[in-house]
């Protein structure tokens, strides 16, 4: 007998905070363990879903992709969202719902993904920022000059400088499509394009920039990091609160 199965694809958004990153784990609580919690319920039965990108602890979403096949080909899109965030915690939220093709896999059908990291200038940082943005005490720091460094990582490298030494990639080689610095409400923003990210490079990138505008290092330094394929060449690896998994194309 054949089971009718519809694949439903989500976005989905949380903030990452309390969470030991977005993949189940077993010392600690995964993202994905509480999605799957509330599809096993749905379902009757063990549910796996599959996700864009998997996230580390203490990052956010705003744009997750996962998606999941069911038997519940009678829910409707509307149906699936309130059933979501009605047993979701409030920190995690299904923002939309769609019925797709069997050979959509939200991981392997990406063709991009924007990253957005958020500084905040100064000491002083707001309550309702703090979570999603960390602080950086540099008097010189501008949308401009964050931009002349950045600048210095789009294109094709080997990120090996950039990733950390547990990234079992076998090729550290990416493509970095864009990178644009923007000023909204006093936070800085750096919103970061492509095709994918080896593990803690977004937070290497960050790191490595701050340390070098505070050293005063000259943003062609970066080229040198870059070739000598050692990650101890590079600055210190940012706060994960900073991190947004912003979006996902297709």
Known sequence: MNIQKENIKAIVSYDGTNYNGFQAQKNGLGIETVICDVLTKVHGFETSIICAGRTDSGVHAQGQVINFLTTRVSMTESNWIGCFNKELPEDIRVLTVEKVDTTFNARKSAIAREYWYQIVKGHSI?????????????????????????????????????????????????????????????????????????????????????????????????????????????????????LIFKKVFY
């Not at 920022?129 to 950045?150: H, M, W």
């Not at 080997?158 to 493509?175: G, L, P, V, W, Y």
């Not at 990138?205 to 080229?223: F, M």
């Open 126 to 242: 707001s309550a309702l920022t703090t979570r999603f943005a960390i602080n950086c005490p540099l008097d010189s720091l501008s949308v401009e000059k964050l931009q002349s460094y950045t600048d210095q990582f789009v294109g094709i490298h080997d990120f090996t400088s950039f990733c950390c030494a547990t990234d079992q990639n076998k090729s550290k080689i990416r493509e970095i499509k864009s990178i644009r610095v923007e000023e909204e409400n006093g936070v800085f923003i750096i919103k970061i394009l492509g095709n994918s990210f080896l593990y803690n490079m977004i937070r290497i990138i960050v790191g490595t920039i701050l340390e070098l505008i505070k050293k005063k290092r000259p943003p062609e330094d970066i080229q040198k990091i870059i070739m000598a394929k050692n990650r101890k060449k590079a600055g210190k690896t940012a706060k994960a609160k900073g």
